[in-house]
């Protein structure tokens, strides 16, 4: 059931626009760019949608190694006008909440007895902004139309991929498009496939000082009007699944026939939906009650 019909929109240029921010301390580290002149970037891109319409809303949410958060909210009455006639309100009080954000998140890592992990917790922000997507859906009448945009750089974490998956089809499901703005080292096969399957635009800028161009140029612009441009087009994606198992990126595996669950080697059961398989086809392909699949990708 496709949840956002269009007749309910206010009109085909207001957006709500959610955007996961990757605060991920182990990899701002190790950029080449600082966490600092990445977020003046970002702040200039957000004011800049704020200004296209009255009606666009933003929200932020920050996305941490342990932790994930929502930062700012343009549609809050605190969030509007300006503090002292000095500082937008959108700064000052993004960076406060960011702050606290940065602090919060560091200590759980330490009450934590997780080990540093230098993937970000994208899964969470996703249905995070999911969430709050379907919450302006059933608010009333009128919405703006959403759209996630995820401002990455930490490196896939592949014991996420199911739930990532599973924000990913619920996002398509809605009709909700998946921007990637991936600012990391290696492309993210995670992120390629939010925006394939979303109809989103996946972008890794070349140039990181250049940033705010890229964000305004690619993602500024409503959905409508996206139509019309011609925008970065993916040239190639990263299809491979993790396993249930191990939670290891896999290049061939077995499928579970009944639940799609993904293994890297075979299994008597499946340790999802409790189905036992047969045995595995051999050699010749004589083994016809095997449920269990072999997939390449
Ligand atoms: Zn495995
Ligand atoms: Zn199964």
């Keep these: 059931?496709?949840?956002a019909p269009s007749s309910k929109l206010y009109a085909d240029d207001v957006t709500l626009l959610m955007v996961l921010l990757d605060t991920n301390p182990l990899f701002w580290s190790s950029s080449s760019v600082s966490f600092s002149s990445f977020l003046s970037h970002v702040l200039s891109f957000l004011n800049s949608v704020l200004l296209l319409n009255q009606l666009n809303q933003v929200v932020v949410?920050?996305?941490?190694?342990?932790?994930?958060?929502y930062v700012f909210d343009s549609s809050l009455a605190t969030?509007?006008?300006?503090?002292?006639?000095?500082?937008?309100?959108?700064?000052?009080?993004?960076?406060?909440?960011?702050?606290?954000?940065?602090?919060?998140?560091?200590?759980?890592?330490k009450d934590?007895?997780?080990?540093?992990?230098?993937?970000?917790?994208?899964?969470?922000?996703?249905?995070?902004?999911?969430?709050?997507?379907?919450?302006?859906?059933?608010?009333?009448?009128?919405?703006?139309?959403?759209?996630?945009?995820?401002?990455?750089?930490?490196?896939?974490?592949?014991e996420q991929y199911v739930a990532i998956m599973n924000s990913i089809f619920s996002a398509q499901r809605s009709m909700v498009p998946v921007d990637s703005c991936y600012i990391g080292s290696n492309n993210s096969a995670f992120l390629q496939q939010a925006s394939y399957i979303t109809g989103g635009v996946y972008l890794k800028p070349q140039q990181l000082d250049g940033l705010f161009q890229y964000l305004s140029t690619v993602f500024a612009t409503d959905l409508h009007s996206r139509t019309f441009l011609q925008l970065p087009k993916s040239v190639?994606?990263?299809?491979?699944?993790?396993?249930?198992?191990h939670k290891k990126t896999i290049d061939m595996g077995y499928i579970c026939s009944v639940c799609l669950s993904i293994f890297c080697k075979h299994h008597k059961k499946c340790s999802t939906c409790g189905s036992v398989?047969?045995?595995v086809q051999s050699d010749n392909g004589s083994a016809s009650n095997s449920n269990l699949k072999r997939k390449t990708t």
Excluded: W
Excluded at 61 to 69: E, F, K, Q, S, V
Excluded at 82 to 103: D, Q, V, W, Y
């Design 277 to 279: 398989f047969g045995q």
């Design 1 to 3: 059931m496709p949840s």
């Design 61 to 69: 949410i920050a996305t941490g190694y342990n932790y994930c958060d």
């Design 112 to 158: 934590g007895s997780e080990k540093g992990l230098a993937s970000s917790l994208l899964s969470g922000s996703l249905s995070m902004a999911l969430c709050y997507i379907q919450k302006v859906f059933r608010s009333g009448p009128l919405h703006p139309q959403p759209r996630i945009l995820c401002l990455h750089g930490s490196s896939d974490g592949p």
């Design 79 to 109: 969030n509007q006008g300006s503090e002292n006639g000095r500082m937008p309100a959108l700064c000052t009080n993004l960076l406060h909440k960011l702050e606290e954000f940065a602090i919060k998140d560091e200590n759980l890592h």
């Design 236 to 245: 190639g994606v990263d299809f491979r699944a993790s396993c249930f198992c």
